[in-house]
């Protein structure tokens, strides 16, 4: 703590004489770059996230349009301040007005609210790069003769609302509540490497129902209370509109072929029984990556011997040939055939708990999988569930209470960025959870924000030395600078004086 306190104000002095020196000719982001100065401890957790999010080079990505020479605050550094807010525990920008951290940042709330509601920012190109420059880091430190099963996830997650006046809102079928709800549907496509999860790309949806005088759940009164914007014509915003009210299983096929052509690597597409269809199936083979799904006991018809059968039909009469085996490592009756499937050849895995029980369908693609090397890739599917309970409990992943369309995208982009960042340090840091990692590293923060405290009381006392002994402000840091910590008598001061305070 000491030694972090030390730094902490040699970087303050620094940026201080330097900010005297060149008295600022022009309006330059300052406040950041001090912000990343004081993260070069080695402490575990709270500094590990810090050094993934400087490694982003957030500076770097072309958010929107060219930054402008009157811009007080790039937007890259913008986009970090959002970023910081879950270690800081403000849960939005409002509450950021009213943190501590706000005088640190210096931004104003407007100043991000402006920046959320921008419809030029591309979200997904932002989380593309951000995963891109995470990515590398792991490849860096993986070994090239890993054999690990890759698999992309595709589920969908409700997204509640208390109000219909937020743009675009819907009433959507809530699986969870078993009714229909104001809200969102979220897509999101996700990689699993073996190790951690990865949030790749999403896109919102509504549902219009099936009542024509009431389309999407609003009566004529709600809709037109409903807040809207008019967006530039091709704009990013624009763009997330359409993906409105366009079909899942489309935007699926497209985010998986986005994937695909940017780079990331999968052996496996794994998705629940409302995914598994005729479209997905074609695409994702034709992308060379296999599919492990649970399917629907429904009429689909599959092949089987030159003849035409439903799963229940075929489940039967594997039972009738006694083909039904207790498979102890899962503690299941399973049943597996091979068939095919609009002219695919599939592996169907029949499974259910106990005799009586009902028959599930567990589908595959590569037919040369057994049952528990396919029930073990498919029960990956669970981290992108544990994705949307940790992301809405610890970085609101849905939870915007903004109106605007527009920042509702930017607040799911940020917290899925914030996942990843988590989830990277996780994996190099061997915490058990995500959560074990954020109290960590929240405690960390708050440590933070009493070394910033005793940095403004530092600063106080200076400014009343320098008027005591009729000297120069500015010389006195540039002593202290230059005088290593050891060798300092104020340093040694605080090291006396704050194990007291603790």
Not at 159 to 171: L, N, R
Request: charged share 30%.
């Amino acid at each position: 703590m000491i030694y972090f306190v030390n730094s902490l104000i040699i970087s303050k002095l620094t940026v201080l004489h330097l900010k005297n020196k060149n008295m600022l000719r022009i309006k330059s982001t300052k406040v950041f770059s001090e912000t990343n100065s004081f993260f070069t401890s080695t402490e575990k957790g709270f500094f590990r996230i810090m050094e993934l999010y400087r490694s982003l080079n957030l500076h770097r990505l072309q958010l929107g349009q060219q930054e402008t020479p009157q811009s007080t605050f790039r937007k890259g550094d913008l986009l970090l301040g959002l970023l910081l807010f879950p270690i800081y525990s403000i849960p939005n920008v409002y509450n950021y007005s009213r943190h501590r951290l706000h005088k640190t940042l210096e931004a104003h709330k407007n100043t991000f609210y402006r920046f959320k509601n921008d419809c030029r920012i591309n979200w997904r190109s932002v989380v593309s790069k951000c995963n891109k420059a995470l990515f590398a880091q792991i490849e860096e430190a993986s070994n090239e003769c890993d054999e690990t099963v890759r698999c992309l996830i595709i589920d969908d997650t409700d997204f509640e609302k208390s109000t219909y006046k937020t743009e675009h809102i819907s009433k959507i079928w809530s699986h969870v509540k078993h009714s229909r709800i104001f809200g969102f549907k979220g897509l999101f496509l996700g990689v699993w490497d073996g190790k951690s999860f990865f949030s790749l790309d999403f896109s919102l949806h509504k549902e219009k129902g099936k009542n024509k005088k009431k389309p999407f759940g609003l009566t004529a009164k709600q809709r037109k209370k409903q807040f809207s914007k008019k967006r530039e014509k091709g704009s990013c915003g624009a763009r997330r509109e359409k993906e409105l009210q366009s079909d899942k299983i489309t935007m699926a096929i497209e985010m998986v072929k986005k994937a695909v052509g940017k780079g990331v690597k999968a052996d496996y597409l794994l998705m629940d029984s409302w995914f598994f269809c005729e479209a997905i199936l074609t695409s994702t083979l034709s992308l060379g990556i296999s599919i492990v799904a649970m399917a629907k006991m429904a009429k689909a018809k599959y092949r089987f011997k030159d003849k035409d059968y439903s799963a229940k039909e075929l489940a039967q009469l594997l039972k009738q040939r006694k083909r039904v085996k207790w498979i102890k490592a899962l503690s299941l009756y399973c049943a597996e055939v091979e068939v095919e499937y609009k002219g695919n050849p599939l592996k169907l895995f029949f499974c259910k708990t106990s005799k009586r029980g009902k028959w599930h369908l567990l589908v595959s693609t590569n037919t040369k999988l057994g049952i528990l090397k396919a029930y073990q890739i498919y029960s990956t599917r669970w981290s992108i569930e544990v994705f949307f309970k940790e992301s809405k409990n610890y970085f609101g992943l849905g939870k915007s209470q903004s109106r605007d369309f527009d920042a509702q995208i930017s607040d799911i982009s940020v917290a899925m960025i914030e996942y990843n960042v988590f989830s990277m340090a996780k994996r190099f840091e061997s915490y058990e959870t995500i959560g074990g990692l954020f109290a960590h590293t929240t405690d960390q923060a708050m440590e933070l924000n009493i070394s910033l405290r005793i940095w403004g009381f530092i600063l106080e006392l200076l400014r009343t030395i320098a008027d005591l002994i009729d000297g120069d402000f500015n010389e006195l840091i540039i002593n202290i600078i230059k005088n290593k910590p050891e060798d300092n008598k104020i340093f040694r001061l605080i090291e006396s004086q704050l194990p007291e305070a603790a």
